[in-house]
């Protein structure tokens, strides 16, 4: 069996245990007593997989496996963890661990386990090649666009998370684009050609929530002619999404929980139970756990939606996917439009990616399509806000106007310190002063001789 195993102990005897077993089951290993020895071994394509123990000195399991992540997002960790560690390890593998392992554990276990995380390794490099040969994404990355560091984790999560029946708690901000989520982890599910129904929990009539929700029967109320299936029961086979989750009331929050626990749903005016086939997914601008904590949603109701939770990030954690969006919505919105779509120079790249942005993508978009139709983008800047430094607004003007222009030409050097009017080595010292990373703008092709 073929595969590169990097395995992390503190306790020598046990290294040396699970490194016979793997070794004698054709896998090559590398073992350490020091986990940051073997951060030196990782590189982004590492041909393999990282075994590590969660209680070990200086750098434990979950540190080493967010530093693996910062390295390769898709490099999977598989966790060894004792007794009393196995709260943390599921946690971990909400945050992205591959699999964990409870000690003691059998040899075969642990061969099993590292055979399918090799496997996964294996089949996500060859397709890793194979985008790359035919020079296209995949449909996530065209979904859900941006490369930055938090986005592609969030599509590795979502790639591991999409195809399970697991139900799902989506964070993020107003317009960072937690419904699009949301429609692509069914789009990856097995339910995929089965129905979609998304619920705005805050837009619906206080006195018809229950109805709307669960249905009714004939008679069950004033007004209840014939009976009517709730959305819940339009959406058999498919996913329910509950968009803004926080806005049920308390007691419609109590019947809800009962859905989810036990996947039935009674109609007002009836008795019979009927079966409900569905996967939940459910949204909420914050946190929900200070919402627990003052009493206004249900600890019960969380912990039963909260499976997985998916943070999606709002743009101002990743400015460097700024102008790559606002291109492509750009384009979008010209073919709308019926338009050619306007050019964009590095300068207004720059200034584009300069902007707060604080309603996200949602915002960028609007921008976008205003810009196509020829309405000039207002200026940045408001009221009441706090000065800045003459020499911290310059530097921010030069890093954005850089980061424009790589945009424009695709991560491209040369083309980049032309149009600017630097040199190669002013170009190279300026990308290292403000801490961009060519590679986040394109193809590095080419830059080598620059």
Not at 181 to 203: K, N, T
Request: glycine content about 10%; charged content about 30%.
């Amino acid at each position: 069996m073929n595969g590169r195993i990097l395995l992390m102990d503190d306790d020598d005897d046990i290294r040396l245990a699970l490194t016979q077993a793997l070794d004698l089951a054709g896998f090559t290993v590398e073992d350490f007593s020091d986990a940051r020895s073997a951060l030196d071994l990782v590189s982004f394509g590492f041909p393999g997989i990282i075994v590590t123990d969660i209680r070990m000195p200086g750098l434990d399991g979950l540190s080493l496996m967010n530093r693996v992540a910062e390295i390769d997002a898709e490099i999977p960790v598989v966790l060894i963890t004792g007794h009393g560690d196995v709260q943390l390890a599921v946690r971990a593998m909400r945050e992205g661990a591959h699999d964990f392992l409870e000690k003691p554990f059998q040899t075969e276990q642990l061969i099993e386990t590292a055979a399918r995380a090799m496997e996964f390794r294996r089949v996500l490099l060859e397709n890793r090649v194979l985008r790359a040969a035919a020079g296209q994404a995949d449909d996530l990355e065209q979904r859900l666009i941006g490369r930055s560091s938090v986005m592609v984790d969030l599509r590795r999560r979502m790639r591991t998370i999409g195809p399970t029946d697991a139900d799902v708690l989506i964070v993020g901000e107003t317009g960072v684009g937690k419904e699009v989520v949301a429609r692509a982890l069914h789009g990856l599910s097995p339910r995929a050609s089965r129905p979609f129904i998304s619920i705005d929990c805050a837009a619906l009539p206080a006195s018809l929530i229950e109805s709307e929700l669960f249905g009714h029967e004939a008679g069950a109320f004033a007004g209840a002619m014939r009976e009517r299936y709730g959305k819940l029961e339009h959406a058999r086979g498919g996913t329910i999404l509950l968009d803004g989750i926080g806005s049920l009331p308390l007691d419609v929050q109590g019947k809800f929980l009962r859905v989810v626990e036990n996947r039935v749903v009674t109609r007002l005016g009836s008795h019979d139970e009927r079966p409900l086939d569905v996967r939940f997914m459910a949204t909420s601008r914050a946190a929900l756990e200070p919402e627990v904590a003052a009493g206004r949603f249900r600890a019960d109701l969380l912990y039963r939606l909260n499976v997985v939770t998916l943070a999606v990030p709002p743009l101002s954690e990743r400015r460097e996917d700024i102008p790559l969006l606002f291109t492509r919505l750009l384009r979008e919105a010209a073919g709308r439009y019926r338009c050619e779509p306007p050019t964009l120079s590095p300068r207004l790249l720059g200034e584009i990616n300069a902007r707060p942005w604080p309603g996200n993508v949602r915002e960028l978009r609007n921008a976008a399509d205003r810009y196509a139709i020829g309405v000039a983008l207002q200026p940045a800047g408001g009221q009441g806000e706090e000065p800045v430094r003459l020499a911290d607004q310059v530097s921010e003007f030069e890093r954005n106007v850089i980061a424009g222009a790589l945009m424009a030409h695709g991560g491209k050097l040369k083309p980049v310190y032309e149009s600017l009017g630097l040199s190669r080595k002013s170009l190279y010292e300026k990308l290292r002063k403000y801490g961009i990373d060519k590679s986040q703008f394109g193809t590095d092709e080419d830059n080598t001789g620059d």
